[in-house]
């Protein structure tokens, strides 16, 4: 293994994601130096002098594919439905969902009590428990067929794919949890 690269697993760094593609490297002399890892720089003497691929260049690049850092363009966030640790494109609007959880608009779910087959139009950052439905008088957890799912889910807004076929325009409202997705997206009679 050649020097530089054995130097970067076995010598104690520190690497922090600064937004985009940079990275501050904490070496064990004590200096930290900046990385581009899309440009494929390194402030140190090394990278800046050599032109050569340094051992901050390397160990980024180690950290960002074991997953410790974000890639370049993404940020670490708690996944707002489960709590897991999950990775987002910088730019994505909440809320910050794993892969999971995470449901698109267009996407095709199943409705796990009825079997019904639903379209996403959005998923929305708010609580099930603080959403209203049937004209303000109950809330998204609190409708009869939403017991048993967390009062504190997102709620997801979906048309059923019956309506959408025939091009009717309405959504209803649902605890992230109840969805599931499907790849069928076949009209049951």
Request: glycine share 6%.
């Amino acid at each position: 293994m050649p020097d530089r690269a054995a130097r970067a697993w076995a010598e104690p760094m520190a690497v922090r994601h600064l937004g985009g593609p940079e990275y501050a490297v904490d070496s064990q002399s004590g200096a930290t130096y900046v990385v581009d890892a899309e440009v494929g720089t390194c402030s140190c003497p090394d990278a800046r002098i050599r032109s050569a691929t340094c051992k901050h260049q390397r160990r980024v690049a180690i950290e960002i594919t074991a997953r410790r850092v974000p890639p370049p363009g993404h940020r670490r966030e708690t996944c707002a439905a489960c709590g897991t640790d999950t990775v987002v494109p910088e730019d994505s609007d909440p809320p910050a969902l794993c892969g999971t959880c995470r449901l698109d608009p267009g996407e095709v779910v199943l409705d796990r009590e009825t079997g019904d087959r639903l379209v996403v139009a959005a998923v929305t950052d708010r609580r099930a428990e603080k959403v209203t439905v049937d004209a303000g008088e109950t809330t998204v957890a609190d409708y009869p067929t939403n017991d048993g799912y967390p009062d504190d889910d997102i709620v997801v807004e979906a048309s059923y794919l019956s309506d959408v076929a025939t091009g009717t325009d309405r959504t209803y409202a649902f605890p992230l949890s109840r969805l599931r997705p499907t790849d069928d997206a076949t009209l049951v009679d």
